[in-house]
């Protein structure tokens, strides 16, 4: 490599730079679980939590009071702050996981985001605005891509704290930015992968959502695992058909485990959130009810309005959206309208 095409390497990685800080800005399970991922390769780490009562809590406990309890934190590691912008002006790198729903009140308290890296672990996307997150941080905030990273699954952070093996993948434009955050992330229990096709991840995170809750739904309602099958083979074509029209590049990846994968496994997961919300959608619980008593945010519930809105553009073929779509913001029944689902799958 020429010394010329070496300054061009290292300019356009930014990772690679030494002594990088870096900080998780969120208090969820997902994040609970990224700051134990991120204490096996970082010396020390800022957290931003919003609750200053749950920051006490870990600071005397060593554990989240509300996420992943079973996880010990060794706090003299972590520099704790309930102020975004003292945890954004503390570092230079920047792991997001805030619910997407919640996400840009937060994020319009920033004074600025100049010279960070962000990165996404957000399985969402921007309601109203329907655009994902690195879109959001690229179209709002000014920041390019070669400084916008994604995490994807499939993994869920419960099984992060049990330390049980897991795959990641990580993505950037940049293929050597991503293999960075690969090492920020791996240790002897997660696997890391690296990739550059940020939208199709982003994409395909929020419609495994919409697809789990509509497993949850058929689950209440009494289908079986034939059914099951069948419904989530229906609803990984749709993804494809999806991302065909929306960002075709990513079509060709989506075998891999960070689309089919994530699927599978949302879909399927006792510790999904979105198949438990389904479930009581399905049991008849009314949506505010079934939100308020999952607890944690539902970002299905979310995603299902915003690739409604979306795809009156793309105009794919989403039988299995269109019908969580119909139940969730039509208040039709959901019995009746998986009946007519039932019909259309192949």
């Not at 991302?243 to 990846?253: C, G, I, N, Q, T």
């Amino acid at each position: 490599m020429s010394f010329f095409r070496y300054i061009c390497h290292i300019m356009e990685n930014y990772l690679e730079r030494s002594n990088l800080r870096y900080a998780v800005i969120g208090g969820g399970s997902w994040a609970t679980a990224l700051v134990k991922l991120m204490l096996n390769n970082c010396s020390k780490i800022v957290w931003y939590i919003r609750s200053q009562e749950v920051i006490d809590s870990i600071l005397s406990t060593g554990h989240n009071p509300s996420y992943l309890q079973g996880v010990k934190f060794d706090t003299s590691r972590i520099a704790f702050t309930n102020d975004i912008n003292n945890a954004v002006e503390s570092a230079d790198v920047l792991l997001f996981c805030i619910p997407s729903a919640y996400f840009p009140a937060e994020v319009s308290k920033i004074r600025s985001l100049k010279d960070r890296f962000v990165i996404s672990a957000i399985k969402g996307i921007i309601p109203g605005d329907n655009i994902t997150i690195a879109e959001y941080f690229h179209r709002v905030h000014k920041i390019p891509f070669s400084r916008i990273g994604v995490v994807s699954g499939p993994c869920h952070a419960e099984e992060v704290a049990l330390e049980r093996l897991s795959y990641l993948t990580l993505s950037s434009k940049n293929k050597d930015t991503a293999k960075s955050l690969c090492n920020l992330l791996s240790c002897n229990y997660i696997r890391t992968i690296p990739g550059t096709d940020i939208f199709g991840v982003e994409y395909a995170a929020v419609l495994k959502n919409i697809y789990a809750i509509a497993a949850g739904v058929a689950i209440s309602l009494g289908y079986g695992d034939n059914f099951m099958a069948v419904l989530v083979t229906n609803a990984f074509h749709e993804m494809r058909r999806f991302l065909h029209v929306a960002h075709p590049d990513s079509e060709r990846a989506t075998t891999k485990s960070a689309y089919l994968g994530d699927l599978l496994v949302t879909c399927y997961s006792q510790f999904s959130r979105n198949r438990t919300f389904g479930t009581m959608i399905g049991k008849g619980y009314p949506v505010r009810s079934a939100l308020l008593e999952t607890k944690m945010v539902a970002e299905g519930f979310y995603g299902t309005k915003c690739i409604n809105e979306l795809n009156q553009h793309f105009n794919a073929d989403m039988p299995v959206a269109d019908a969580m779509y119909r139940i969730l913001y039509g208040n039709e029944n959901a019995s009746r309208v998986m009946r007519e689902l039932s019909a259309r799958l192949e």
